[in-house]
């Protein structure tokens, strides 16, 4: 296995859909070719941003395989493969591996609630069964559980090919720790575009986006600055877009930015329940905004 080295904007893509409720790979088209031509590092297929719960399994051995064909070599695809079921994960991860994509994302097992000591067993079967660079990631508000940074950690430690994790709790302390004690070449990425910019000058390598689905050239470049070490630079980056960043949240993942995208022109807002459309109040808030930043 290859050495892993990505840094940067990893945008965290939403799946299109038709009025119908099927993919819609023009769409999902425009979407990686739009990252590709703005400086995105790489993509996130079937993440939690692209409604995944909703999708098959065909469905995200689909988009594994469509993603990688038409970005060729342009960007790092990342698949989200993530489950509560340890072999269904290994399974999930194989579809992705099978199709060609340079890493995955791995979500902690959710719902039921695993220990510290299961989930280190839940990963380390994944990477014994896996040759492929594993991304963990820590999103407890969602999981209901925590892939403890001293577990992250110690994984990282017992298996090359865990190599970084998706910090999504929100917690700075965590990224403070993680960067800390991290073995050589395990990346750290913000799961919070909020505090991403910090993060980085902080250490850590990046962040793994909602919001870079909009502003993606800006989002980029707020990300190159702030590795590098340029906190002027990249602050004005981040209170020019901080507004945007807060009310892609304002309801629940990935309905604000798919709303967003549609006003774009990207794609039509279609969702898949139990998601459904944005309150109008939001959403106007939501629309403002972006025409505040010439976006749309």
Known sequence: MKRFTL???????????????TIDFKAFDRLLDFHAENGTNGVVVCGTTGETPTLSEP??????????ERVNGRM???AGTGSNSTQSC??????????????VLVVGPYYNKPTSKGMYLHFSELAKNINVPIILYNVPGRTGSAIKPDVAIQ?????SNIVGIKEASGNIQNVGYLIQHRPEGFHVYSGDDGISMLCNLMGADGCVSVAANVFPKDFSRMMQLSIAGDAKAAREIHYRYIRLMDLLFVESNPIPVKAALAAMGMMEEVYRAPLCQMEDANKKLLLDEMRSLKLI
């Open 7 to 21: 840094q940067g904007s990893i945008a965290a893509l939403v799946t299109p859909f038709k009025a119908d409720g």
């Open 59 to 68: 469905e995200d051995a689909e988009m594994f395989r469509h993603a990688v």
């Open 90 to 103: 290994i399974k999930y991860t194989q579809n992705a591996v099978d199709a060609g994509v340079d890493a």
């Open 155 to 159: 994984l990282a430690k017992d298996y």
């Open 76 to 78: 790092t695809v990342i």
